[in-house]
């Protein structure tokens, strides 16, 4: 049913989404300090919680909600805020590993990776411009191949990427749990601020 030529271009799009550095990875990569590969592997199952419905979405045709300059505008907003709220709580679990405390912790990571990769997933305004424009091209190639089935049927091959891919960076994170309490402190304030980049970004040109 499907060419080798559709299933590469499936696996080379979804990459040139799921490994550009963004709000999940970062949120991914500080939860994985703590929690192991496993809080990545939870932020993949919550980011497909909230994709895959937007994945059939698209293909039964719901793409002019997402490309809809308004629409985004609205994501952009409310993506902005709450990352920024996700940066504050970064800095002050940086705050309380300096003063040799664990800190309250970011709303991810303490409830979950889960909630993490879902809640992440459905603040990033980019996340909805990339499947309204790469994503939707490849969806349409899907279904020219057999329909509905065709796009279910491979949707398998694109979410893998995602598991492989977050479960790898909060792998890589949580092999700094033997770095001390500074160094960690300092990784979590990089991390925080660049979602406290994003988060004023997408205030301000989303």
């Known amino acids: 049913m499907f060419s080798p030529g559709l299933l590469a271009e499936v696996v080379l799009?979804?990459?040139?989404?799921?490994?550009?550095?963004?709000?999940?990875?970062?949120?991914?990569?500080?939860?994985?300090?703590?929690?192991?590969?496993?809080?990545?592997?939870?932020?993949?199952?919550?980011?497909?919680?909230?994709?895959?419905?937007?994945?059939?979405?698209?293909?039964?045709?719901?793409?002019?909600?997402?490309?809809?300059?308004?629409?985004?505008?609205?994501?952009?907003?409310?993506?902005?805020?709450?990352?920024?709220?996700?940066?504050?709580g970064m800095f002050r679990e940086g705050w309380g590993l300096l003063r040799g405390a664990a800190g309250r912790g970011v709303f991810g990571w303490r409830r979950g990776g889960f909630a993490t990769g879902l809640?992440?997933?459905?603040?990033?305004?980019?996340?909805?411009v990339w499947w309204a424009s790469a994503g939707l091209k490849v969806i349409l190639d899907v279904w020219a191949c057999g329909g509905l089935a065709a796009v279910l049927l491979v949707y398998p091959l694109h979410v893998w990427v995602d598991f492989a891919w977050l479960g790898l960076l909060a792998f890589i994170a949580s092999r700094g749990g033997a770095l001390s309490s500074r160094v960690q402190a300092c990784l979590v304030f990089v991390f925080g601020a660049a979602l406290l980049y994003y988060g004023v970004r997408f205030l301000l040109f989303g």
């Open 119 to 128: 809640a992440f997933t459905a603040l990033n305004p980019y996340f909805a």
């Open 13 to 88: 799009v979804t990459c040139s989404g799921a490994l550009s550095p963004g709000p999940l990875s970062f949120a991914v990569v500080a939860g994985g300090m703590r929690r192991g590969w496993r809080f990545g592997v939870l932020a993949a199952a919550g980011h497909a919680a909230f994709e895959f419905p937007l994945f059939v979405g698209l293909a039964l045709g719901a793409s002019s909600v997402f490309s809809s300059p308004v629409a985004v505008r609205g994501i952009s907003l409310l993506g902005g805020a709450a990352l920024i709220l996700f940066a504050f």
